[in-house]
């Protein structure tokens, strides 16, 4: 038995009395406090994965282009022409509510550091962005520190963001959510590794040097936030440095162009910490690290402080001892700290020393091996009431009021005036900007192979239903790759949650990872890596603070060749307007539901798994046939919100035939897609529907300066009419 | 001929501009580091965008004062074409081998936006083959692009023709919506007073190819290479210069260039 003392350890490292005594045990010895501070990062809900591990052997891992999946700095896929592709998803949702500017701006820095770790160039940004409603102070506050950090590092930085979402939520308020992927490119052949390996190799600490902030930072983001608390959690965040980054990636990719790198990975959460121990685990070696040759920014600081710092754009290398003068040199080049710490030893132990004297003795893979828990899982009570939703109890509306409203709404209204303050463009491969379906790239240097990005999540669906809400995250991520004329190849996710230890919270997150993992299987999309994030509820509010469930898909899609796309807006001419597929429909849990009642009720459409895969490939094989002149998904606002912006992007009218039911216009549901189509190609387009079982339904026709909706019983008195001009000044509400 | 690319740290465009310069327009390009002391061979000199040293002081203060600086001030008094586009533009004026100066956009917000561009002044190599009055389509990307000088100053360069370009709608009207920054009298890029130096705060290299959207850029780096073709190579670089422009824009016009 432990004794008090050690427990005060314990609970001063962060850990719990149970991981506090598995530690024991398995170590055979209590842990020294310096040891303990160790563990209690690493076996943090942040680095450990405790509550989250089991659920997610769930997902789908596996393609034949998957070259790395979970588990690595970053997954890799192969995407053809010798190239292969790096795609990582990660949040950084408590640093950016204590301090939005920085919290932000690391999370742009810490996933770009992924990427780069597996040899790959960077080469483009998304950022999925929840926050409070936009009229309340401090959810502005936040909103316009972190788009302003974002833009900060990553326009510095020189790698463009290129697409995301932004959506509000009362239950975002106290804990936004900021989720940022980052996409790389890197020669099939030369994808480096984490593993240490061959004892004898010296490791390089390369980049920033070592300071005192961010200590902790991982065990920080695994707690509740307390607003009271937040100056002194300050002392938790870390301050970026988008030029010292810039450095990094030029430096890291010139000497892993040399060959001599080993292997390498990022130090960011819980610092030196859980790069040697990953390192050394994965490789099954040891390591021996000298705390005295660390680069330091301030003399005078303790072992532990050394150890766990998560100081910015520092990265751990291990190369063979007669390259490190090599490799070395290249970081001097480039203005920044590279000096040999260590060696990788043969038994597996990771060996810290301080002042000449052994500090630290542990196994890397106690460290780095976390206990995986089988926590209490409980349906949350009522659920299946709130499924009850009576249509027929809810007072219609004027549809072209709530339109307008629907297109207000800032889920659905331009993000233009957000975007414009990142550079989307450098890099010259940004062929369709951030504000259509999905952005599109080229791969400059393997002509004409084009990549699609998309991320996607309806944390309004998720808390309906976690399950049917998940599902229809990731397949509204393939329909606006379809939209673009794309092939889905990878998934990187980010899974956001309050605290994983009350009962409903965890059934809630086991359903998600259901709902993803039943969805990409039936996609044949694999899942090659992600992030989850607990605890995002502000403390004291007895469980009604906590952040709707919301799951978060990256998604990358492939084009062979990227001029046989697609966009979003009609164009002016004779094109018939259809609806290609044609799945049901509902209103529940619909943002027309929240918008116009203000409420969360019923439940979403059925995922529809199969018909919904077929509706997506009917439409990406249209796009790629060139027969449609434009595609677009429904999805917020169902069919009259997708019309009204294919409008709006267009720049012109149309006229269609709707019912007059406020499920027709405002319904939602997955696999639907608005396209327009040359009325000579109209009956191709039904043959390849008909060849899929999809319906390609005839809605009408584009032309003129308003959007003209029509009844199919031709009654007079059901004839809506609204400018686009009107719907594009709503759509742009957020513009100002 | 041969074009020098400027890598300082935090360049970020540099890449770009190699590969506009090499695979788009064919041409010999060679990497210059900022702690390069000379610029051997290189007919033609492009300072690219980025955020030089992080330019957490003012923009391009720091990168105005890198070693390679000597070595570009002495090739611009020679006469070299030298282009500095976005940041390399801010480091242009900071070492004041071009007027004013680039001060924070009139909304506080860094922009990453199309706009469209008068050609000025066809009396520089980056726009000797164009028509004066020519409209071009490039983007902006910046934070720091609102082009400020002495009132009096401005109407030096004005009267001088040393306006390049200036910000205009796609017709070519100069109207207050055109201007993205706050730039005086809608500046977009100026020259020197030889006009062998040219700075702009849009990004030529960014519209260079239709699959960018615009290929508008492009000319500018054929008209310098057109320029250093027929200029005479033995004759006084700065004389020269003068005599030329006028010979190509006339031919260009004639050949209905746009």
């Known amino acids: ?736 | 001929m041969t074009w020098g690319v400027v890598i300082f740290p935090g360049s970020n465009c540099d890449r770009d501009c190699v590969h506009v310069v090499e695979a788009v327009l064919g041409q010999r390009v060679v990497e210059i580091w900022h702690e390069d002391r000379t610029l051997d061979g290189v007919d033609a000199l492009i300072l690219p965008g980025g955020f030089t040293y992080g330019d957490y002081l003012r923009s391009g203060a720091i990168a105005a004062t890198a070693p390679v600086m000597g070595a570009i001030r002495e090739f611009a008094d020679r006469g070299g074409p030298v282009l500095g586009i976005c940041n390399g533009f801010q480091i242009l004026t900071e070492a004041h081998l071009l007027p004013g100066t680039l001060v924070r956009n009139a909304g506080l917000r860094f922009r990453c936006v199309r706009t469209w561009v008068r050609v000025e002044s066809t009396a520089t190599p980056f726009t000797a083959m164009l028509p004066a009055g020519a409209v071009l389509q490039m983007p902006i990307a910046h934070g720091d692009g609102g082009y400020l000088a002495r009132p009096d100053e401005i109407a030096a360069l004005e009267a001088a023709g040393r306006v390049v370009f200036r910000y205009s709608d796609p017709d070519g009207r100069v109207t207050p919506t055109a201007n993205p920054n706050g730039s005086m009298a809608a500046i977009a890029g100026v020259a020197n007073a030889a006009g062998n130096v040219v700075g702009l705060m849009p990004h030529p290299e960014r519209a260079s190819e239709a699959l960018m959207g615009s290929v508008d850029g492009l000319r500018l780096f054929e008209s310098a290479v057109a320029f250093l073709a027929n200029r005479v190579p033995t004759a006084p670089i700065a004389a020269a210069a003068s005599a030329s422009v006028a010979s190509v824009s006339v031919a260009s016009v004639a050949g209905g260039a746009r």
């Not at chain 1, 695994?222 to 938790?236: K, Q, V």
């Not at chain 1, 121990?277 to 021996?288: N, T």
């Not at chain 1, 990142?422 to 599109?440: F, Q």
């Not at chain 1, 944390?459 to 998940?470: F, L």
């Open chain 1, 1 to 736: 038995m432990t004794s008090t003392g050690a427990l005060d350890v314990a609970a001063r490292a962060g850990l719990t009395a149970l991981d506090y005594r598995e530690i024991c045990q398995r170590l055979g010895r209590d842990p020294n406090p310096v040891e303990a501070r160790m563990f209690g990062v690493m076996w943090s809900e942040h680095c450990g994965y405790k509550h989250s591990k089991k659920v997610l052997r769930r997902l789908p891992a596996a393609s034949p282009r998957v070259l790395t999946g979970p588990g690595e700095n970053a997954g890799v896929v192969a995407i053809g022409g010798g190239w292969a592709l790096a795609f990582k998803m990660e949040s950084h949702n408590h640093p950016s509510a204590v301090d939005p500017y920085n919290g932000a701006a690391t999370g742009i820095g810490g996933i770009i550091r992924d990427v780069l770790a597996m040899g790959a160039r960077p080469v483009a940004l998304l950022n999925s962005l929840r926050f409070g409603p936009l009229d309340d102070a401090k959810a502005r506050r936040i909103f316009g520190g972190v788009v302003a950090g974002i833009a900060g590092y990553g326009n510095a930085i020189g790698v463009p963001t290129v697409g995301g979402e932004v959506r509000t939520d009362p239950c975002y308020r106290d804990n936004p959510l900021v989720n940022v992927a980052c996409l790389g490119l890197v020669r099939a052949d030369r994808v480096a590794k984490s593993a240490a390996a061959g004892p004898g190799n010296v490791v390089l600490d390369v980049g920033a040097r070592t300071g005192r902030d961010g200590i902790g930072g991982a065990s920080f983001a695994s707690t509740e936030l307390d607003e009271g608390r937040e100056p002194a959690d300050r002392a938790s965040i870390q301050m970026g440095d988008p030029f010292t980054g810039k450095l990094l990636i030029e430096a890291t990719l010139e000497a892993l162009a040399t060959g001599a790198v080993v292997a390498l990975q990022d130090m960011g959460a819980a610092g030196l910490t859980c790069a040697a121990s990953e390192m050394a685990a994965r490789g099954a070696v040891g390591m021996a690290i000298d705390l005295d040759r660390v680069p330091l920014r301030e003399a005078g600081m303790r072992p532990d402080e050394i150890l766990l710092s998560e100081s910015q754009e520092r990265m751990l290398l291990v190369v063979p001892p007669d390259q490190a003068a090599t490799v070395a040199s290249i970081y001097h080049r480039w203005g920044l700290a590279a000096e040999v710490i260590g060696t990788v030893t043969s038994t597996p132990v990771l060996r810290v020393a301080f002042g000449g004297r052994t500090v630290v003795e542990l196994p890397p893979d106690l460290l780095a091996g976390a206990p995986g828990y089988d926590p209490e899982a409980e349906k949350p009570e009522g659920l299946a009431d709130r499924w009850r939703l009576d249509v027929t109890d809810i007072p219609g509306t004027e549809p072209v009021a709530a339109l307008l409203r629907l297109l207000r709404h800032p889920d659905v209204a331009s993000k233009r005036a957000v975007f414009e303050q990142y550079d989307h463009m450098v890099g010259l491969s940004t062929v369709t900007p951030p504000g259509a379906d999905a952005a599109v790239l080229r791969v400059i240097d393997a002509p004409p192979l084009g990549l699609a990005l998309t991320s996607d999540g309806n944390g309004r669906w998720c808390e309906a239903d976690p399950r049917r809400g998940a599902a229809l995250a990731v397949l509204e991520a393939a329909a606006n790759l379809a939209c673009v004329g794309a092939e889905p190849v990878a998934v990187t996710d980010c899974l956001n949650f309050g605290n994983p230890e009350r009962p409903e919270i965890f059934w809630t997150f086991r359903e998600v990872v259901t709902g993803i993992a039943d969805t990409c299987a039936a996609l044949g999309v694999p899942v090659i890596g992600g992030n989850v994030s607990f605890y995002n509820e502000a403390e004291g509010g007895g469980g009604d603070r906590a952040i709707f469930p919301t799951p978060v898909i990256g998604m990358v899609g492939l084009l062979d060749d990227l001029t046989r796309t697609a966009q979003p807006g009609f164009t002016p001419g004779g094109d018939r307007v259809v609806l290609i597929g044609a799945s049901e429909v509902t209103l529940g849990a619909s943002l027309w539901l929240q918008v116009v009642h203000g409420t969360v009720r019923g439940r979403p459409a059925d995922p529809a798994l199969e018909r919904s895969a077929r509706a997506m490939q009917c439409a990406r094989e249209a796009v790629r046939a060139g027969l449609i002149t434009s595609a677009h998904d429904c999805s917020d606002g169902g069919l009259a919100v997708a019309l009204a912006e294919a409008c709006i992007h267009g720049g012109c009218g149309a006229t269609v035939t709707l019912p007059a039911e406020t499920e027709a216009w405002f319904g939602e549901g997955p696999g639907r897609f608005v396209a327009s189509v040359a009325p000579e190609r109209l009956a191709e387009l039904k043959t390849l529907g008909r060849s899929h079982d999809v319906p390609v339904v005839l809605l009408g026709n584009v032309g003129g300066e308003a959007l003209r909706v029509g009844s199919p019983d031709g009654r007079a008195d059901q004839v809506y009419d609204v400018a686009v001009s009107v719907l594009t000044e709503a759509w742009r509400s957020l513009e100002v």
